[in-house]
């Protein structure tokens, strides 16, 4: 059985590169393979915490030759694309040059202004490039390097969730209106926006996940200043049967999915929005429109007039059809016929 060794800054965890890399890993234990997960943070296989985002020293390159073992294929997941640690991102190019690889992009320098000064990702020829967007994979060929696009992938048919249980869990009246922004708090995913849309709407504001990158303080200062209830983080304490929560009770218990960002390198919440059949406001920003080329029918974070007309006379067939688009272009199902295409160019 060959082996894949997988490789990042973090895997294991409920950001979004882990998640899809979770998903890379399971396509390629369909098509065969035996995958060796390595990274600076998370229940991995091997752990070399110098590949962390922030390490002060990248690993040794025995330490990561060792981690990479004999792999007939590595899979470099963001480390290389995002200069979150570039010392690391040479080691791990170093150690990889002539070998199949496959480097997955999820996000590039110029696309965060702050690391816009760092050069393209490392390439050499026995490589392969694949991007989770066509926006990404044009910026990349202006710069020389070819690369391929496979979308982010989801499960068509996710658990249904459990509406009441974490309703009740987030101390929710029936009838009480609940916009969920599942995502980070970071500047680009602009929480002042969703917050202005529970208000708009008289609905509860619920983050999912935690301020990062020192946006705390202000974070603090929006939730503070909100004229709307707001619920942080997943609700505490076990809830029915015992099953520790999950993203698709989030998505369960809310009426609105907010994602207002700026920027997104994918999205995730377009999609699951769509495979969870409930509606989604969406910002601007430049990957979306991308998206929204295969047929979603989305409410506008700037425009909130169609949005309340809706809530006001709900059509369960826009939902339908967003889940069919979903199920059309973007299923997990379809994943590893997709990697396999990757891999019989290497």
């Given at each position: ?9 973090r895997?294991g ?11 890379w ?6 098509l ?23 390490a002060?020293?990248?690993?040794a390159?025995p ?6 073992g004999?792999?007939e294929?590595?899979?470099?997941e ?7 640690n570039?010392?690391a ?7 990889c040059?002539g ?5 997955h ?19 050499d ?30 499960d ?17 009246a029936?009838?009480?209106?609940l ?7 970071l ?6 926006a969703?917050?202005a849309?529970?208000?708009?709407l008289?609905a509860v504001?619920?983050?999912l ?5 020192g946006?705390?303080p202000?974070?603090?200062r929006?939730?503070g200043?909100?004229r709307?209830?707001?619920r ?19 998505y369960?218990a ?6 207002p960002?700026?920027w ?25 429109g ?8 989305w409410?506008d974070s700037e425009?909130?007039a169609p ?6 006379a ?8 967003n889940h ?13 016929e997709?990697?396999a295409a990757?891999?019989?160019t290497?």
């Amino acid at each position: 059985m060959p082996t894949a060794a997988m490789v990042s800054f973090r895997l294991g965890g409920g950001d979004g590169v882990s998640v899809e890399a979770a998903k890379w890993q399971a396509a390629l234990e369909s098509l065969g393979y035996r995958v060796r997960t390595v990274a600076g943070e998370g229940p991995v296989d091997a752990l070399l915490p110098g590949l962390a985002i922030g390490a002060d020293v990248p690993p040794a390159a025995p330490d990561l030759r060792r981690a990479l073992g004999d792999a007939e294929l590595v899979v470099v997941e963001n480390l290389c694309s995002l200069p979150l640690n570039p010392p690391a991102a040479q080691r791990v190019a170093d150690a990889c040059r002539g070998r199949p690889v496959v480097l997955h992009h999820h996000d590039l320098p110029w696309q965060r202004p702050h690391l816009a000064h760092h050069p393209p990702p490392p390439d050499d020829p026995a490589w392969r490039h694949v991007t989770i967007n066509r926006l990404s994979q044009r910026e990349l060929a202006a710069r020389g390097i070819e690369a391929v696009t496979v979308y982010n992938t989801f499960d068509p048919d996710p658990p249904s969730g459990r509406r009441s249980a974490v309703r009740r869990a987030l101390g929710l009246a029936d009838d009480d209106r609940l916009v969920l922004q599942p995502t980070r708090a970071l500047p680009r995913k602009r929480v002042g926006a969703a917050i202005a849309i529970a208000e708009r709407l008289g609905a509860v504001y619920w983050l999912l996940g935690p301020a990062e990158d020192g946006f705390g303080p202000e974070l603090e200062r929006l939730l503070g200043a909100a004229r709307c209830p707001v619920r942080r983080g997943p609700p505490l304490g076990d809830l029915e049967g015992g099953v520790p929560f999950g993203v698709h009770d989030a998505y369960a218990a809310c009426d609105l999915v907010a994602l207002p960002s700026s920027w997104e390198g994918f999205g995730n919440p377009t999609v699951e929005s769509a495979t969870h059949r409930r509606p989604l406001t969406v910002g601007c920003y430049p990957v979306a429109g991308e998206l929204a080329s295969f047929g979603f029918r989305w409410f506008d974070s700037e425009a909130p007039a169609p949005l309340a007309d809706w809530f006001d006379a709900p059509d369960p067939g826009l939902l339908e059809h967003n889940h069919r688009v979903a199920r059309r272009h973007f299923s997990v199902h379809d994943l590893p016929e997709r990697l396999a295409a990757v891999l019989a160019t290497l």
